[in-house]
């Protein structure tokens, strides 16, 4: 294995397993996504050292960032002070943004991923294709690794302009370019505050410390 994703999962005692559908976009609106996010990263540093002390190659792993992470003025900072703090690699951590995230805010994501890629992590753009971002991005914006949306990758073999679109992209990206897992989620949102309320509370342990939410 040379690769991972986190991937938070919400075990609930009160509300049984709850969707990130439900309580991502919540967690966007509360703003409490920038302490989920600094807790999301947390495990995932200790995860890659926990790879890093296994007899196996090191293994890299990307941790999903939201564009109003991504704003935030101390973003860059705080970010890699946990690395340095934990002693990770760099290199094995991936932030991962949707073309949404890309394009919400041109001149402080290109900038924003100038500095954190000098600090050597590496940036991966999630779902392209999706609607957001147009091909000319890819020509200003500085990233590593590509995912083209799963809705291009499906039907690859079967329509003619899918392939041409992914073709074209595979040209003009200087990156790494792969298909993209999952599809993008939509749903309905129910009991915001409750849910949200909960999630907080579950997020107050140390990293690694509670059984959920728990990134896996």
């Not at 799963?150 to 595979?170: D, K």
């Amino acid at each position: 294995m040379h690769s991972a994703e986190a991937l938070l999962r919400w075990r609930s005692q009160e509300h049984g397993n709850v969707s990130p559908a439900e309580f991502i976009p919540l967690a966007e609106q509360s703003g409490f996504i920038v302490k989920l996010g600094d807790w999301i990263l947390e495990n995932a540093c200790q995860q890659v050292l926990a790879f890093q002390n296994s007899p196996h190659d090191p293994t890299s792993v990307a941790v999903n960032v939201s564009g109003l992470q991504l704003n935030q003025p101390d973003f860059v900072s705080r970010t890699c002070r946990t690395l340095d703090r934990l002693g990770v690699d760099p290199s094995l951590i991936h932030l991962e943004l949707t073309e949404s995230a890309l394009v919400e805010n041109f001149s402080t994501t290109s900038e924003t991923f100038r500095q954190l890629q000098q600090h050597g992590i590496r940036i991966a753009i999630d779902d392209f294709g999706s609607g957001y971002a147009s091909l000319s991005h890819l020509q200003h914006f500085s990233f590593d690794i590509l995912k083209i949306d799963r809705s291009f990758i499906s039907e690859l073999h079967h329509q003619p302009a899918l392939l041409a679109f992914a073709s074209g992209v595979v040209a003009m990206a200087p990156v790494d370019v792969i298909g993209s897992p999952a599809g993008r989620i939509n749903a309905d949102i129910g009991g915001g505050q409750t849910l949200m309320k909960e999630l907080k509370a579950a997020c107050t342990a140390p990293a690694g410390a509670c059984s959920y939410p728990n990134p896996s």
